[in-house]
């Protein structure tokens, strides 16, 4: 990332700035899997490969409703894992400055902690799915108001947008 952000042209204190998060994130992981001890499970029973496609079979058969959270489940992961591309387009490709890149994270920052509190009613109100559905429809919202963008504006309408579905969809899993 750190190279990509380099290509760009964004600043060293960039670059710096990310190569810290990504430092503190691999001594996070490090920290919980050497001093957090796991608790005991009962022995369960073994899974073998050849069973496997019947149990996806069944789980697929099963119920409606589990395949349609599914697949909002697989699409919305799959757009989350584009959102730091988000960020790199809109730099790159419409030519928004390299401050728009600490910005978009503040915006992304507010965007989930005002989702995490509104889909929290809403979930009590309507239940997991509906909102599901609905951050799913935000998170495919959200590339094209960035492909729709033309400055600031809509740039970060569209971060937002990509942070509402964001937290909706942790929320609901």
Known sequence: MTFILARFGAPMNYRLLFLIGAVGG?????????????????PAEKIRFSSLPAQVKQILTAGGSYR????????SEAALMA??????????QKGIGPAFIGFSA?????????????????????????VSCCCAALLALAPLTALLAKG?????????????GMSGIYLCS
């Open 68 to 75: 349609r959270f599914l697949f909002i489940r697989a699409a």
């Open 26 to 42: 691999l001594c996070a992981t490090l920290c919980l899997t050497i001093f957090v001890k796991e608790v005991p499970r009962p």
């Open 106 to 130: 503040t915006v992304l920052l507010l965007a989930q902690a005002v989702g995490a509190k509104l889909w929290g009613f809403a979930v009590d109100r309507i239940g997991t799915f509906r």
């Open 152 to 164: 600031e504006v809509l740039a970060c309408l569209s971060i937002a947008f990509m942070g509402l």
């Open 83 to 92: 959102s730091p591309f988000f960020v790199i387009y809109l730099s790159a």
